[in-house]
C-alpha cells in the first residue's frame, strides 16, 4: 500500500513519524496486523496546524470505527501532533487487494485464510469457495456459511486437515 500524504507542506521526518504512529495501531478484530497493512488509511495531510488522517473502513457498518477513530487519534498525538482529525471516507471504497503483503502474511498466520486478489473484477463466488486452508493449505475445503463472526469473514471445513477455519473474504 502506497503511503499517501498529499500535503507538499509536511516534512517528509513529520509524514515519518505520523506513519510509524499508525504502524503501531492495530486492527481491533486481528491485532497482528495494523491498519496501515489493512490499507484503510487512505491518506495523510495537514489542515493548518491539524494533522488529517483519512480512513476507508473495510465495511461501511464497521463497529470498531468509533474504536479505530479513537487509536489513531492517541497513537498520532503521542508522536507530537497536538490536533488530530481522523476523517471517515467511503470513496474509493476499501478494497482487500489494499492489504499489503505483509499484511496478508499476517492474516494467515493469525490462523485466517487471506483473501485472494481480486483486481478491478471485484471478488467472484469462486473466491469464496476454492479457499486454501491456512494450517495445511489444501485447497480441498467446503464452505459452510458466508456469515461468519464479523461482515469480513466466511466459515469453511478443511476436508484435508479436518479443521473449520475462517476466510477473510475478498472484496
Known amino acids: 500500500m502506497k503511503r499517501c500524504v498529499t500535503d ?39 489542515d493548518g496546524p491539524a494533522v488529517v488522517v483519512k480512513m476507508t473502513p473495510t465495511f461501511a457498518g464497521c463497529p470498531a470505527l468509533d474504536l479505530l477513530r479513537e487509536q489513531i487519534t492517541r497513537a498520532v498525538a503521542a508522536a507530537g501532533f497536538d ?11 476499501w478494497s482487500t487487494d489494499r492489504i499489503t503483503p505483509e499484511g496478508l502474511r499476517k492474516i494467515k498466520e493469525f490462523g485466517l485464510a487471506p483473501p485472494e486478489r481480486c483486481g478491478s473484477a471485484g471478488a467472484t463466488v469462486e473466491a469464496l469457495q476454492r479457499v486454501a486452508c491456512p494450517y495445511c493449505d489444501s485447497k480441498d475445503t467446503t464452505l459452510e456459511s458466508i456469515f461468519g463472526p464479523t461482515l469480513c469473514r466466511a466459515i469453511h471445513y478443511c476436508n484435508a486437515c479436518l479443521q473449520s477455519f475462517e476466510q477473510f473474504k475478498p472484496v
Do not use: H, N
Open 83 to 93: 490536533d488530530v482529525r481522523v476523517e471517515v471516507v467511503f470513496d474509493p471504497p
Open 8 to 46: 507538499s507542506a509536511m516534512s517528509s521526518e513529520a509524514a515519518e513519524r505520523i506513519w510509524s504512529a499508525l504502524e503501531s495501531v492495530k486492527d481491533p478484530e486481528i491485532p497482528p496486523i495494523s491498519v496501515v497493512e489493512l490499507g484503510i488509511i487512505a491518506d495523510v495531510s495537514t
